[in-house]
C-alpha cells in the first residue's frame, strides 16, 4: 500500500508560480503512474498532468501545457508540479495519485489519492 502526502500550495499572484509535491511512502511499484488532478469549489476533479514512475512518459491536460512541468525524483520517492503563469482559473485544491494505467486522466483509474493541497491565485 502507497501513501501520498501532498505539501507546496498556497496563495500567489497572477503570473506568479507553485511548486507541488507528492511524497509517496510505502510500497512503491515502478509501473505506477503518478497523476495530479485539481478541483475548483463547485467543480468536479479534472485532470492535470501524469508521469510514469520510470519516467518515460508525461501527460498533460492542453489547459496546462507550456505552463506545468510534472517530474519526479525516484531516490526521493517525490512527484513534483512545477505551475508557472499561474491564472486565476487555476485556483482549486490539486490532488496527487498512484495508478496503474501509463497516462490515464479518469481519476477512476487511480486507486491512492493523497489529501490535497490548496493553490489559490489572485487576480
Known amino acids: 500500500q502507497v501513501q501520498l502526502v501532498e505539501s507546496g500550495g498556497g496563495l500567489v499572484q497572477a503570473g506568479g508560480s507553485l511548486r507541488l509535491s507528492c511524497a509517496a511512502s510505502?510500497?512503491?511499484?515502478?509501473?505506477?503512474?503518478m497523476g495530479w488532478f485539481r478541483q475548483a469549489p463547485g467543480k468536479e476533479r479534472e485532470f492535470v498532468a501524469a508521469?510514469?514512475?520510470?519516467?518515460?512518459?508525461?501527460y498533460y491536460v492542453d489547459l496546462v501545457k507550456g505552463r506545468f512541468t510534472i517530474s519526479r525524483d525516484s531516490a526521493k520517492n517525490t512527484v513534483y508540479l512545477q505551475m508557472n503563469s499561474l491564472k486565476p482559473e487555476d485556483t482549486a485544491v490539486y490532488y496527487c495519485?498512484?495508478?496503474?494505467?501509463?497516462?490515464?486522466?479518469?481519476?477512476?483509474?487511480?486507486?491512492?489519492w493523497g489529501q490535497g493541497t490548496q493553490v489559490t491565485v489572485s487576480s
Open positions: 495519485a498512484a495508478g496503474w494505467v501509463p497516462g490515464s486522466s479518469r481519476s477512476n483509474e487511480y486507486h491512492t
Open positions: 510505502g510500497r512503491i511499484f515502478s509501473t505506477y503512474t
Open positions: 508521469i510514469t514512475w520510470s519516467g518515460a512518459g508525461t
